[in-house]
């Protein structure tokens, strides 16, 4: 019986492969592919830049910048973290990649001049654009 039994274990066990362990820990893939994710900004520092086209409630961004920041239809800018304001986004792929373009005298009325450095990001809430939103 105990021949029989080592007989049908050794028929229920798979086929060895042939071939180094090595050669077949090349096909799996390292565990940091398998946790692999996108890294996707929230936030970006630029330069505002004066365009006197634009809406007061409107701004210029680069398209590429956009796609980054997860922009849909709004942008929040902060400027030196006293001036938020809240813009409808215009993409353009003309615009630099690093700058925004803004309303001039929406910016001047406020006190922020041309080429300010300011931080901008995707918009979530639910004020109206072309304000400045207070601090």
Known sequence: MAEEREETLEEL????PKG????????VPPASALKARE???????????????????QARINQQLAKELGVEEMI???????????????IDEDVDYNSVH????????HGVADRSI???RAYKGTEQAGVRLNV
């Open 102 to 109: 803004v309303n001039p005298d929406l910016m001047e009325e």
């Open 13 to 16: 066990m798979p086929e060895r």
């Open 20 to 27: 180094s362990i090595s050669k077949l820990l090349e096909a």
């Open 39 to 57: 890294k996707r900004i929230r936030e970006k520092r630029i330069r505002l830049r004066y365009d006197a086209s634009l809406q007061p409630e």
């Open 118 to 120: 300011a931080t901008v």
């Open 76 to 90: 929040e800018v902060v400027v030196a973290g006293r001036h938020r304001f809240v813009f409808y986004a215009i």
